[in-house]
């Protein structure tokens, strides 16, 4: 039984973190649904936009397997940048996107949690004044909609960078966001909080680099693992991820790899067949 995971929100859950800053996650038990079907999960998880890339979840996901190591978990990627908690509402389209892939994955899962991260375009007082009445709808409905009433909810809180960049007069109310998203963990059955203090972003100062992106899916895990709120940085995060770096790939995801290098052109067919014959011994 695959252990899945909704992945809804906004940009910084879709992921923007640049592939190319971090070594990849890789790994035959940590699978991600496409078409209603599981494939390996390969990075960018999301494809909301072509500037999708590097997102928190592989490294919740390659945590959680660690955790759980002859279990499977799947990630069921819905988030999609720029989005509002008004895009999000119940009856709209992204809602109904989430139940209905949420549903198909559960033809062949359990659905065993739901990964949150928005706050960006609500970034005001009144936005934060109403983001639990606008988010309590929202997570009911997909509870109720799901059968899964006591599924936990992680929701992560907005960075420190965002008045820092060309945007930063947009995101002066960041820190009323994250305290409603505080208070609305706090005040909620099984939903927890993970900060965002220390974690830094790509040039732009609106989305978590890939590097940062790692270390944000450690506290997800680390608040889902242990059913707390995470309100400052882990002393083992850096750790963690380098243990999910450093582990060694089994045959066949080293011949899989092979076959992704070879089917998008990155080496040739003499190349191909060499490395195979490595992978064999």
Same mark, same amino acid.
């Given at each position: 039984?695959?252990?899945?995971?909704?992945?809804?929100?906004?940009?910084?859950?879709?992921?923007?973190?640049?592939?190319?800053?971090?070594?990849?996650?890789?790994?035959?038990?940590?699978?991600?649904?496409?078409?209603?079907?599981?494939?390996?999960?390969?990075?960018?998880?999301?494809?909301?936009?072509?500037?999708?890339?590097?997102?928190?979840?592989?490294?919740? /996901?390659?945590?959680?397997?660690?955790?759980?190591?002859?279990?499977?978990?799947?990630?069921?990627?819905?988030?999609?940048?720029?989005?509002?908690?008004?895009?999000?509402?119940?009856?709209?389209?992204?809602?109904?996107?989430?139940?209905?892939?949420?549903?198909?994955?559960?033809?062949?899962?359990?659905?065993?949690?739901?990964?949150?991260?928005?706050?960006?375009?609500?970034?005001? *007082?009144?936005? /934060?004044?109403?983001?639990?009445?606008?988010?309590?709808?929202?997570?009911?409905?997909?509870?109720?909609?799901?059968?899964?009433?006591?599924?936990?909810?992680?929701?992560?809180?907005?960075?420190?960078?965002?008045? *820092?960049?060309?945007?930063?007069?947009?995101?002066?109310?960041?820190?009323?966001?994250?305290?409603?998203?505080?208070?609305?963990?706090?005040?909620?059955?099984?939903?927890?909080?993970?900060?965002?203090?220390?974690?830094?972003?790509?040039?732009?100062?609106?989305?978590?680099?890939?590097?940062?992106?790692?270390?944000?899916?450690?506290?997800?895990?680390?608040?889902?693992?242990?059913?707390?709120?995470?309100?400052?940085?882990?002393?083992?995060?850096?750790?963690?991820?380098?243990?999910?770096?450093?582990?060694?790939?089994?045959?066949?995801?080293?011949?899989?790899?092979?076959?992704?290098?070879?089917?998008?052109?990155?080496?040739?067919?003499?190349?191909?067949?060499?490395?195979?014959?490595?992978?064999?011994?």
């Amino acid at each position: 039984m695959t252990h899945s995971f909704l992945l809804i929100g906004q940009s910084n859950i879709a992921g923007r973190g640049f592939i190319a800053e971090v070594p990849p996650v890789f790994n035959e038990s940590v699978k991600m649904l496409r078409n209603g079907r599981w494939q390996i999960m390969t990075e960018p998880i999301h494809n909301d936009r072509p500037s999708a890339g590097v997102g928190l979840a592989a490294s919740f /996901a390659a945590a959680w397997q660690l955790n759980n190591l002859e279990e499977e978990i799947g990630l069921i990627p819905c988030a999609d940048g720029g989005t509002s908690l008004d895009d999000w509402a119940v009856g709209g389209a992204l809602f109904d996107n989430a139940l209905a892939q949420a549903k198909l994955a559960q033809r062949s899962s359990r659905l065993s949690g739901i990964l949150w991260h928005q706050g960006e375009n609500d970034c005001s *007082a009144d936005g /934060a004044a109403a983001y639990a009445e606008k988010f309590d709808p929202i997570v009911n409905e997909l509870r109720m909609g799901l059968n899964v009433p006591d599924v936990p909810l992680i929701v992560g809180g907005l960075g420190d960078f965002l008045t *820092a960049g060309l945007y930063g007069n947009y995101f002066t109310a960041y820190p009323l966001v994250n305290q409603a998203l505080l208070q609305y963990a706090q005040t909620r059955n099984n939903c927890y909080f993970v900060t965002a203090t220390g974690l830094t972003a790509n040039e732009d100062q609106i989305h978590f680099n890939a590097v940062s992106q790692r270390i944000l899916g450690i506290r997800y895990f680390e608040a889902f693992n242990t059913r707390t709120h995470i309100t400052a940085p882990l002393t083992h995060e850096q750790d963690l991820v380098q243990t999910i770096y450093s582990r060694p790939f089994t045959r066949r995801e080293e011949k899989l790899l092979l076959e992704n290098r070879f089917a998008s052109g990155k080496i040739t067919l003499q190349e191909f067949r060499e490395q195979l014959v490595l992978i064999a011994g």
